[in-house]
C-alpha cells in the first residue's frame, strides 16, 4: 500500500510541473506530437522522482535531476525565450521542494510529530501533508499563470534569476536531511524554510518586474519607430502636395512659354522640345515613387524606409500584391522595420545600391520576399546574424523581434545569399489556426 501510495503521489507531482510548464509556455507543435512528448516526460519524470526518492541522501540530486528534465521538456516542446524556460523550470522545482518541506514542518508544528516520522513513516500526519502541499502547489501555480508575462531580458539578468532558485533547492534540502539527524532544530529549521519560501517569492517577483520593464522598454522602443514612420510619412505626402501646387502655380506660364517658342518659326521647334524635356527632368529629381497598398500601416513604413534608401543612393523597387490586412499594425512595423533597416544598412555600402521587395499571396499563405545587395558574405561570418555594432544597449532585437513576429503568424522564415544579394526569405499564415 506504501508503494502504491508513494508511486500515485510521485505521478501526481510530475504531471502537475509539467501541466504547468505547458500552460505556461504552449506547446510548439500539432495535437498528436505534443501529447506524445507530455507523456514521455511524464514517464521519464514519475521514474526519476520515484527513484531517487526512496533515499534522503538523493534528495538533492533528485531535486536537480528534475529541474534538467523540465529543462529538456521545455526546450524541446514547448514555445518561448530560452532563458526563461531555464528559470521558470528551476523555479517550478523550487516551489515543489519548498512546499513539500515547509507543509511536512509545519504539520509536524502543529501534531508535535518528528519531521523523521513525518517523511519515512505511511501515517495520516505523513498524508496530510503531501495532499497540502500539492494543493497549495496547484494553487500557486494558477495565480502565476494569470500573471504570467513574456520577457526578453538580457544574460546577465537571468544568471541571478536562475541561481537563486537552484541554491534554495540544495539549501532546503540540506536542512532537511539536517533536521532528520537532529529532531530538536525542527522547529528553527521550519523558520529557515518559511524565509527561503519568502526570498523564492521575492524572486519570482523580481523576474516578474524585470521583464515587464523589459516589454515596456521595447514597446516604447516600438512607439518611436511607429512616430518617426508617421512622421516621415506625413512629411512625404506634404513635399508631395508642395511639389504639385507649385507645378500647377507655374503651369501656366510654362505652357504660354512652349506656345510661343512653337508660333515663331521652326528654328524654335528644338528650343520647346528642350524646355519641355528639362521639365520633365526637374519633376524626375524632384518627386518619388509612393506607395500605395491599401494599408496604411505598410504603407507608412515603407515609404519611410524608401525616402531612407533614396538618401544613400539606393533603388528601392516595391511589387505589393497582399496589403497584408490580417496583421496588426504593430507587427507590420516591426517586421519591416527591422527587415528594411538591415537592408538599408548593407545596400548603402555596396555600388549597386539596391533594394527589391515582393509581397503576394501563396496558398493560405502570404510570401514576403527582401532582396539586397551586399559588399560582402554576411551569414559566412555571422551565421546568427547577431548586431555588429559597437554599443549593444538597446541593439540586438532586430532579429529576434522579426522571429517573434513571424512565430506568431505561424510562419517560416528563412536567410540565404544569391549572386552578391541577401535574401529575407518569409511565409506567414494568413488564417489563423485552430487550438
Same mark, same amino acid.
Given at each position: 500500500?506504501?508503494?502504491?501510495?508513494?508511486?500515485?503521489?510521485?505521478?501526481l507531482?510530475?504531471?502537475?510541473?509539467?501541466?504547468?510548464?505547458?500552460?505556461?509556455f504552449g506547446?510548439?507543435?500539432?495535437?498528436?506530437?505534443?501529447y506524445?512528448g507530455? %507523456?514521455?516526460?511524464?514517464?521519464?519524470?514519475t521514474?526519476?522522482?520515484?527513484?531517487?526518492?526512496?533515499?534522503?541522501?538523493?534528495?538533492?540530486?533528485s531535486?536537480? #535531476?528534475?529541474v534538467?528534465?523540465?529543462?529538456?521538456?521545455?526546450?524541446?516542446?514547448?514555445?518561448?525565450?530560452?532563458?526563461?524556460?531555464?528559470?521558470?523550470?528551476?523555479?517550478?522545482m523550487?516551489?515543489?521542494?519548498?512546499?513539500?518541506?515547509?507543509?511536512?514542518?509545519?504539520?509536524?508544528?502543529?501534531?508535535?510529530d518528528?519531521?523523521?516520522?513525518?517523511?519515512?513513516?505511511?501515517?495520516?500526519?505523513?498524508?496530510?501533508?503531501?495532499? #497540502?502541499?500539492?494543493?497549495?502547489?496547484?494553487?500557486?501555480?494558477? /495565480?502565476?499563470?494569470?500573471?504570467?508575462?513574456?520577457?526578453?531580458?538580457?544574460?546577465?539578468?537571468?544568471?541571478?534569476?536562475?541561481?537563486?532558485?537552484?541554491?534554495? /533547492?540544495?539549501?532546503?534540502?540540506?536542512?532537511?536531511?539536517?533536521?532528520?539527524?537532529?529532531?530538536?532544530?525542527?522547529?528553527r529549521?521550519?523558520?529557515?524554510? %518559511?524565509?527561503?519560501?519568502?526570498?523564492?517569492?521575492?524572486?519570482?517577483?523580481l523576474?516578474?518586474?524585470?521583464?515587464?520593464?523589459?516589454?515596456?522598454?521595447?514597446?516604447?522602443?516600438?512607439?518611436?519607430?511607429?512616430?518617426?514612420c508617421?512622421?516621415?510619412?506625413?512629411?512625404?505626402?506634404?513635399? #508631395?502636395y508642395?511639389?504639385?501646387?507649385?507645378?500647377?502655380?507655374? #503651369?501656366?506660364?510654362?505652357?504660354? %512659354?512652349?506656345?510661343?517658342?512653337?508660333?515663331?518659326?521652326?528654328?524654335?521647334?528644338?528650343?520647346?522640345q528642350?524646355?519641355?524635356?528639362?521639365?520633365?527632368?526637374?519633376?524626375?529629381?524632384?518627386?518619388?515613387?509612393?506607395?500605395?497598398?491599401?494599408?496604411?500601416?505598410?504603407?507608412?513604413?515603407?515609404?519611410?524606409?524608401?525616402?531612407?534608401?533614396?538618401q544613400?543612393?539606393?533603388?528601392?523597387?516595391?511589387?505589393?500584391?497582399?496589403?497584408?490586412?490580417?496583421?496588426?499594425?504593430?507587427?507590420?512595423?516591426?517586421?519591416?522595420?527591422?527587415?528594411?533597416?538591415?537592408?538599408?544598412?548593407?545596400?548603402?555600402?555596396?555600388?549597386?545600391?539596391?533594394?527589391?521587395?515582393?509581397?503576394?499571396?501563396?496558398?493560405?499563405?502570404?510570401?514576403?520576399?527582401?532582396?539586397?545587395?551586399?559588399?560582402?558574405?554576411?551569414?559566412?561570418?555571422?551565421?546568427?546574424?547577431?548586431?555588429?555594432?559597437?554599443?549593444t544597449?538597446?541593439?540586438?532585437?532586430?532579429?529576434?523581434n /522579426?522571429?517573434?513576429?513571424?512565430?506568431?503568424?505561424?510562419?517560416?522564415?528563412?536567410?540565404?545569399?544569391?549572386?552578391?544579394?541577401?535574401v529575407?526569405?518569409?511565409?506567414?499564415?494568413?488564417?489563423?489556426?485552430?487550438?
Amino acid at each position: 500500500m506504501n508503494f502504491l501510495f508513494e508511486t500515485a503521489v510521485n505521478t501526481l507531482e510530475a504531471f502537475l510541473i509539467l501541466e504547468f510548464l505547458t500552460q505556461y509556455f504552449g506547446f510548439r507543435f500539432q495535437a498528436s506530437l505534443r501529447y506524445i512528448g507530455f %507523456c514521455v516526460f511524464w514517464m521519464v519524470s514519475t521514474v526519476s522522482i520515484t527513484v531517487f526518492s526512496w533515499n534522503e541522501s538523493f534528495e538533492i540530486l533528485s531535486s536537480l #535531476m528534475q529541474v534538467f528534465i523540465n529543462i529538456a521538456f521545455c526546450i524541446l516542446l514547448l514555445k518561448g525565450n530560452p532563458g526563461t524556460k531555464i528559470f521558470i523550470s528551476a523555479f517550478t522545482m523550487v516551489g515543489i521542494v519548498l512546499l513539500s518541506s515547509f507543509t511536512a514542518f509545519f504539520i509536524g508544528h502543529i501534531t508535535q510529530d518528528g519531521i523523521g516520522e513525518i517523511y519515512t513513516q505511511f501515517t495520516l500526519v505523513r498524508i496530510t501533508a503531501i495532499v #497540502m502541499s500539492k494543493v497549495l502547489f496547484f494553487q500557486i501555480t494558477r /495565480i502565476i499563470l494569470k500573471i504570467r508575462t513574456d520577457t526578453n531580458l538580457l544574460k546577465l539578468e537571468f544568471i541571478p534569476l536562475i541561481v537563486i532558485p537552484i541554491l534554495s /533547492i540544495c539549501t532546503v534540502s540540506i536542512l532537511t536531511n539536517v533536521a532528520l539527524g537532529y529532531p530538536g532544530a525542527q522547529q528553527r529549521i521550519f523558520y529557515a524554510i %518559511c524565509l527561503i519560501l519568502t526570498l523564492s517569492l521575492l524572486t519570482y517577483y523580481l523576474f516578474f518586474r524585470l521583464s515587464r520593464n523589459s516589454q515596456l522598454k521595447q514597446d516604447y522602443e516600438l512607439l518611436n519607430l511607429q512616430y518617426d514612420c508617421a512622421k516621415q510619412n506625413a512629411e512625404d505626402i506634404r513635399r #508631395m502636395y508642395e511639389n504639385i501646387r507649385a507645378l500647377r502655380h507655374d #503651369m501656366k506660364n510654362h505652357l504660354l %512659354c512652349i506656345a510661343n517658342l512653337l508660333q515663331a518659326d521652326a528654328a524654335n521647334h528644338q528650343q520647346a522640345q528642350n524646355y519641355i524635356q528639362n521639365l520633365l527632368n526637374q519633376q524626375e529629381s524632384s518627386q518619388k515613387n509612393i506607395i500605395f497598398s491599401e494599408n496604411n500601416a505598410l504603407d507608412a513604413i515603407l515609404n519611410t524606409k524608401q525616402t531612407s534608401a533614396h538618401q544613400y543612393g539606393i533603388r528601392f523597387d516595391a511589387i505589393i500584391v497582399d496589403s497584408l490586412q490580417f496583421m496588426c499594425a504593430d507587427d507590420i512595423c516591426v517586421l519591416f522595420g527591422n527587415l528594411l533597416d538591415n537592408a538599408i544598412s548593407a545596400a548603402a555600402q555596396t555600388e549597386t545600391k539596391q533594394i527589391s521587395l515582393h509581397i503576394q499571396p501563396q496558398d493560405t499563405y502570404v510570401s514576403i520576399v527582401l532582396t539586397n545587395s551586399i559588399p560582402k558574405e554576411v551569414l559566412a561570418e555571422n551565421p546568427a546574424l547577431k548586431t555588429t555594432k559597437a554599443q549593444t544597449d538597446g541593439h540586438g532585437y532586430g532579429i529576434k523581434n /522579426i522571429r517573434k513576429v513571424v512565430q506568431k503568424y505561424h510562419g517560416l522564415i528563412r536567410f540565404y545569399e544569391e549572386n552578391g544579394t541577401f535574401v529575407s526569405d518569409i511565409l506567414l499564415l494568413t488564417t489563423p489556426i485552430l487550438e
